[in-house]
């Protein structure tokens, strides 16, 4: 890469500018062929009194070379440009805000020896922090929506001008079919309904709307998931626009709903022009012709024996040869990234962010980022994915401890796959049900369990219902238990009925009513199977009774009986003790639990608040609860 040097400014430029705040140029020899012209601003706002001051512009356009960047108003200031690939395609140039500066579209002006052009960049007002930007915590449950799969409330977008018409087939579970952020907007009452208070909806960036061919059975295939990011800076076109999706934001936060945007920072899409043109020769890890795969011995991002071959590859490698690896090494990228998370937020009044593959981005850079989002917003959230079984690596990851490499990755929170696999192993009958608490003991590792996000299942395996070994039983205490667990619980569409499905793309099935001629319309009651009905009836209970007791969202959880199919354990705050017992086994299960242990004194009472079972009465330090077969009750005792 090379570095930018410096010439005084043209005496022509400087008389015909009233304001010239900065001034630099990037050395350069290629000829240049025409004058400079401006396609992409990124990003194309900030606002006033940011922690990030200046903002570091990323502008794409032609005949960049040795540009002079110049401002005509006081309200910006620009510094630093720089022009880093011979092209002359990408302008790097940070842009202060004043302090004084009033909400508005500014001019910038960049000028070569060849012209001048002219963009604009706008100072927005800052949204009230009072009613965005809320974050999350175990008051919530998240519930995930693959948008393309949920509703469409807008036909007019299903097939952008010059998109192939196989692009967007519902017969093709890998193609397009049709819903979209209008069609969430018109069901957020049903989330209201069944109780969960936040939504998480997959990538919403700009994705490539056409079709790759190949003669492999996942062909003909699209981006309908939104992974494959080509523009950083725009709503997918076939999901709504800005606009709509501000108005997504609005109107659930209206209804007490939270929005948890899908981030990318890992990889963007094979699409996205800078892979044929990057800004920086190491803006990714190698090129399109040349790069390594990830290999995926991910357990060499925990230990501290890993070898620097095996672990750049795992840190560095390609997802895919589909998903360009961005290198968060290189400062510009950095940068770009984490200004790029909080435009998000900034631009639309988002409540938190999912992001995605985060154990193969530096952890340094997890700590930068997670930094950023606190310091701009207090209460900002992160979860990151780190799709592994075990708890050390999971727990490497949270924030609010040091690894052994002295990183603290501030990281909010992570999901908790450990215990969602023993829930599904243990709910299907492959493991004992103590192998929840065997798991659950691991918590040792994690600064404060309270802060995990615990998962029903989501997008990227297959449906509990399509498991070997499932029942409507079994998905019924795999949802109680993933509800009253300690953690933030996090669902995904269709599992409030039962929706089968096994490996992606069958996992990411049309939820019924959603789109124009479905059969049954699962919205409704009277559109919903009776198993259906049950299974959302159970899910809307139990969310109501993690509602109602601050002991399940709060409360510290205490083992009190385990064996090859009861699982019994307490909630407990200052204000209430709430016991939950699973049964999974045919017959009636009678448990004695250590009452005493938890303070409950002789004579206190076991009330069933949910699953009809008798009660239970404290005696000698001691209660027998009598759990039906095949289902999981919650007590309270007084
Ligand atoms: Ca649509
Ligand atoms: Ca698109
Ligand atoms: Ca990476």
New binding site residues.
Partial sequence: MRRPGSRRLPLNAALAIVYIFASTVAAFSAPQTGPPSISKVEPPSWWIGHTINPVRLLVRGQNLQDALVYSTTPALRVSNPFVGDQRGTYLFVSVTVARTAKPGSYPLIVETLTGRATFAFTIESPLNPKTHFQGISSEDVIYLVMPDRFANGDPTNDAPSGSPAAANDRRNPRAYHGGDLRGIINNLQYFKDLGVTALWLTPWYDNWNGVNNCDKPWCPNTYYHGYHAIDYYAVEDRFGDMATLRELVEKAHGLGLKIIQDQVA??VGSRHPWVTDPPLDDWF?GTAAKHAL?KFQNSVLLSPHANSVEFRN??????NDDLP????EQPEVARYEIQNALWWIGTTGLDAIRQD?IQ???RQFIRDLSNSLHRQYPKMWMVGEVFERDAAQTSFFIGGHKGWDGIDTKLDSVFDFPVWNASLQVFTNKLPGRALRDQLKYDALYPDPLQITTLTNNHDTPRFMSLDGASLEGARLHMAFTLSVRGIPQLYYGEEIAMEGKEDPDNRRDFPGGFPGDARNAFQNSGRTPDQQRMWEWTRDWIKLRRDHSALRNGRLIDLYYDDDAYVFARQDKAETVIIAINRADREKKATVPAASIGLRDGAEFTSLIGTTSGARVTNGQATLSIPPRTAVAYNVR
């Fill in positions: 890992n990889h890890h990830n795992t840190l560095d490698g390609w997802f690896d961005m290198n968060q593959t193969y981005m530096p």
